[in-house]
C-alpha cells in the first residue's frame, strides 16, 4: 500500500489514510458559513477565542456579529515590570470566575489608552493617537495630538496627560468604517473641549468662554 492512494486520500506504510488529507483548511471557509457561526457563540470569552484561529476568522470577529447575552465587563490590569516592552496585556474575566488571561494588543505597546464601546482611543508618547479595536486589532489613525488648537509642547511626556478624556459616538464597525462617528475629548490644562470625524485632518476645537468641560457622555 505505500504509496499508493485511494479516492483521492493518500495511504501511509501501514494503508492509513493520512490525516493531513482528511482535514480541510479552516482557513478558508466561507465568509457567510464564519459569521452564521460567530453569531451562534454565547459567551464572550469564546467569541475572542474564536477570533484567535486565523486571520479569516479573526475578521469576522467583531462587534456587531456577537449575538451573545450581556457580559459583565472585563477589567484590564495595569502593566507589571517588563510588560511596557510587550504587545500583551492581562484581563480578569469575572464571567469565568476571575480567571486571568492575556490579551495580545499590537498597537497598544507603550501607549496611554481610552476605552469607548469596545475601542480604545490611544496616545503615544510622540503624540501619534489612533482608534484600536481589542479583539480584531482594527486600526483607524487620529489626527496628530499637535493638531489641537492650544496644544503647547513641554516634554514628551505631556502627552500622556494632555488627553483626560476621549469617547466615541457610536461604534466604527458597526458601519464598516464609513460612519460619520465621532471622536471627542476633554484636553489640555484648560479642558477644552475638542472632535473629530472621518475625513478630518485636525482635530476641532469647540470654542467656549472658559473651557473647563469635566465629562462627556453619549
Not at 457580559?71 to 510588560?83: A, F, K, N, R, V
Not at 496585556?89 to 507603550?110: C, D, E, N, P, Y
Not at 458597526?174 to 489640555?188: K, P, Q, R, T
Amino acid at each position: 500500500m505505500a504509496g499508493t492512494t485511494h479516492e483521492n486520500h493518500t495511504c501511509g506504510p501501514t494503508g492509513r489514510v493520512t490525516r493531513s488529507r482528511l482535514m480541510g483548511n479552516w482557513a478558508e471557509l466561507l465568509a457567510d458559513l464564519l459569521i452564521s457561526i460567530a453569531k451562534r457563540i454565547p459567551v464572550l470569552e469564546d467569541f475572542v477565542a474564536f477570533g484567535g484561529v486565523c486571520r479569516s476568522w479573526r475578521f469576522v470577529a467583531i462587534n456587531h456579529n456577537f449575538k451573545g447575552s450581556q457580559q459583565i465587563p472585563w477589567l484590564m490590569l495595569s502593566e507589571q515590570e517588563g510588560e511596557e516592552k510587550m504587545n500583551e496585556r492581562r484581563i480578569v474575566s469575572l464571567t469565568k470566575g476571575g480567571m486571568v488571561r492575556k490579551l495580545t494588543l499590537l498597537g497598544a505597546r507603550g501607549k496611554r489608552g481610552f476605552e469607548s464601546l469596545g475601542w480604545f482611543i490611544t496616545v503615544s508618547e510622540d503624540g501619534e493617537m489612533e482608534l484600536l479595536h481589542p479583539f480584531s486589532q482594527a486600526q483607524i489613525p487620529l489626527p496628530h495630538i499637535n493638531t489641537f488648537k492650544y496644544y503647547v509642547k513641554n516634554g514628551m511626556e505631556d502627552n500622556f496627560i494632555f488627553i483626560q478624556k476621549a469617547v466615541l459616538s457610536y461604534s466604527p464597525d458597526d458601519a464598516l468604517w464609513n460612519s460619520d462617528h465621532v471622536v471627542m475629548v476633554i484636553y489640555g490644562s484648560r479642558r477644552w473641549l475638542g472632535f473629530w470625524r472621518p475625513g478630518y485632518k485636525t482635530w476641532t476645537t469647540i470654542e467656549t468662554r472658559t473651557g473647563a468641560f469635566y465629562d462627556i457622555v453619549y
